[in-house]
């Protein structure tokens, strides 16, 4: 039945109240990957129960990893794990199915899953993960959805990545933590869920050397020891309801956002569409007029603008008085929101990966189908700018990501619900 449930929310004149960040989904499913470097329990603490997370432990537990959830708090025991191939009508759920491969190879030399799945947001290939293994000492291959990688033993190396990919440099990392001697891999990606990984792994036991910048030096090992991990809030979730609050009238808190340094960029890119933003004790205070002026925009690799929230920006520049031009600069297919947007009255010309935004359009309510996560939140804000009544179908895909977007938009006055 979830596939057939969908939402509906009316156009909002203010936003006003109060909302929970939730813990960060992009920096959960890698440390729950690296529980797997060693026996022992980890408690892993401000967890979201979004679906994402739900996969994650049915895969954990083909491996005979023992899960519990209760309160955010989220009990990993890998005490009894061992080996086990994951099957592809998992792993085809979930992109980050593909992270189990590096600690499995760290801990059992062999590994055997089927090919991930995720968001149609463009090309994903995993080949700089492999690449990265076969200088390791891997044989891979792979034989229509099933991929089969193993080793005799992994031996570290140096690697440098060719375009830094977030989900190869947490693989290889992992990887690294089981192999031979010392292995150094530059050109690495440098976002926040790498940071957190990596502090992780050296609270376990791991030797690492450069955290944060884009060479890192780590030394393997086996003398690890499983520790507890308190989940960092979630950036995405936090800019994507900072960027909500410049369409509209707004006066809200995003409660839980002890430090702003993940999400400067972002603040950065709201400040230019007219928010003003204190940040006090754990919270930020955000509030608006919800003039939103247009201007050029660019996504780009971190620090730059996250291409996660870029169908949120499109969305807000939707609503503006004058024109906008965004940019796409990491994944090819980001524009799929734009069918959409056009239904509710937005004027856009995409050109490649430039996208033209007429200001000055009325949107108006009507039907309308999420195709991945971060379009699916995009169209729910779009739902509070448009007059009327909207729906949004297909909601599965926001449920990867976000806890409950209706309960959080309730939270700020905005009629939304459940259908």
Same mark, same amino acid.
């Given at each position: 039945?979830?596939?057939?449930?969908?939402?509906?929310?009316?156009?909002?004149?203010?936003?006003?109240?109060?909302?929970?960040?939730?813990?960060?989904?992009?920096?959960?499913?890698?440390?729950?990957?690296?529980?797997?470097?060693?026996?022992?329990?980890?408690?892993?603490?401000?967890?979201?129960?979004?679906?994402?997370?739900?996969?994650?432990?049915?895969?954990?537990?083909?491996?005979?990893?023992?899960?519990?959830?209760?309160?955010?708090?989220?009990?990993?025991?890998?005490?009894?794990?061992?080996?086990?191939?994951?099957?592809?009508?998992?792993?085809?759920?979930?992109?980050?199915?593909?992270?189990?491969?590096?600690?499995?190879?760290?801990?059992?030399?062999?590994?055997?899953?089927?090919?991930?799945?995720?968001?149609?947001?463009?090309?994903?290939?995993?080949?700089?993960?492999?690449?990265?293994?076969?200088?390791?000492?891997?044989?891979?291959?792979?034989?229509?959805?099933?991929?089969?990688?193993?080793?005799?033993?992994?031996?570290?190396? @140096?690697?440098?990545?060719?375009?830094?990919?977030?989900?190869?440099?947490?693989?290889?990392?992992?990887?690294?933590?089981?192999?031979?001697?010392?292995?150094?891999?530059?050109?690495?990606?440098?976002?926040?869920?790498?940071?957190?990984?990596?502090?992780?792994?050296?609270?376990?036991?791991?030797?690492?050397?450069?955290?944060?910048?884009?060479?890192?030096?780590?030394?393997?090992?086996?003398?690890?020891?499983?520790? !507890?991990?308190?989940?960092?809030?979630?950036?995405?979730?936090?800019?994507?309801?900072?960027?909500?609050?410049?369409?509209?009238?707004?006066?809200?808190?995003?409660?839980?956002? @002890?430090? =702003?340094?993940?999400?400067?960029?972002?603040?950065?890119?709201?400040?230019?569409?007219?928010?003003?933003?204190?940040?006090? !004790?754990?919270?930020?205070?955000?509030?608006?007029?919800?003039?939103?002026?247009?201007?050029?925009?660019?996504?780009?690799?971190?620090? @730059?603008?996250?291409?996660?929230?870029?169908?949120?920006?499109?969305?807000?520049?939707?609503?503006?008085?004058?024109?906008?031009?965004?940019?796409?600069?990491?994944?090819?297919?980001?524009?799929?929101?734009?069918?959409?947007?056009?239904?509710?009255?937005?004027?856009?010309?995409?050109?490649?990966?430039?996208?033209?935004?007429?200001?000055?359009?009325?949107?108006?309510?009507?039907?309308?189908?999420?195709?991945?996560?971060?379009?699916?939140?995009?169209?729910?804000?779009?739902?509070?700018?448009?007059?009327?009544?909207?729906?949004?179908?297909?909601?599965?895909?926001?449920?990867?990501?976000?806890? !409950?977007?209706?309960?959080?938009?309730?939270?700020?006055?905005? @009629? =939304?619900?459940?259908?």
């Amino acid at each position: 039945m979830d596939c057939l449930k969908a939402i509906s929310v009316k156009d909002a004149s203010e936003l006003n109240g109060s909302i929970v960040i939730q813990g960060s989904k992009n920096n959960v499913l890698p440390i729950m990957a690296a529980t797997l470097l060693c026996n022992g329990i980890t408690r892993i603490y401000n967890c979201p129960m979004i679906e994402d997370v739900r996969v994650m432990c049915e895969l954990l537990n083909c491996l005979h990893v023992e899960t519990k959830y209760e309160n955010h708090v989220l009990t990993v025991d890998t005490g009894c794990s061992c080996y086990e191939p994951l099957p592809y009508e998992l792993t085809s759920k979930l992109r980050a199915s593909v992270l189990l491969l590096g600690p499995m190879l760290a801990r059992w030399q062999k590994a055997e899953i089927g090919m991930p799945g995720g968001c149609a947001i463009g090309l994903r290939p995993i080949d700089i993960h492999l690449e990265g293994f076969m200088k390791m000492n891997v044989d891979v291959k792979l034989y229509r959805n099933v991929l089969t990688c193993s080793t005799y033993y992994l031996q570290g190396t @140096e690697y440098t990545l060719r375009f830094p990919s977030v989900g190869a440099t947490e693989n290889l990392i992992m990887a690294a933590v089981g192999a031979k001697g010392r292995t150094i891999l530059r050109g690495v990606a440098k976002e926040p869920e790498i940071v957190e990984l990596c502090k992780y792994l050296m609270h376990m036991g791991v030797l690492m050397e450069g955290v944060g910048s884009d060479v890192l030096i780590i030394k393997g090992t086996k003398e690890l020891s499983s520790c !507890d991990y308190c989940n960092v809030y979630d950036r995405i979730v936090a800019g994507t309801y900072l960027l909500m609050a410049a369409a509209l009238p707004s006066k809200i808190k995003l409660i839980g956002i @002890e430090n =702003i340094c993940y999400i400067k960029n972002i603040m950065n890119v709201a400040a230019l569409l007219g928010v003003n933003m204190v940040h006090i !004790d754990n919270y930020l205070s955000v509030e608006s007029f919800g003039n939103v002026q247009g201007g050029i925009f660019k996504t780009g690799l971190y620090p @730059e603008f996250p291409t996660d929230l870029q169908p949120v920006l499109m969305t807000v520049l939707a609503g503006a008085a004058k024109d906008s031009t965004l940019v796409e600069t990491v994944f090819e297919k980001r524009f799929q929101i734009v069918t959409e947007l056009i239904k509710l009255g937005a004027d856009i010309d995409v050109k490649g990966r430039n996208a033209q935004i007429r200001g000055g359009c009325h949107l108006q309510g009507h039907t309308v189908k999420a195709t991945d996560l971060r379009q699916g939140a995009a169209l729910v804000v779009a739902g509070l700018m448009s007059s009327g009544y909207t729906t949004i179908t297909d909601v599965s895909y926001i449920e990867r990501g976000y806890e !409950d977007i209706v309960r959080d938009l309730q939270g700020v006055g905005a @009629e =939304i619900s459940y259908i």
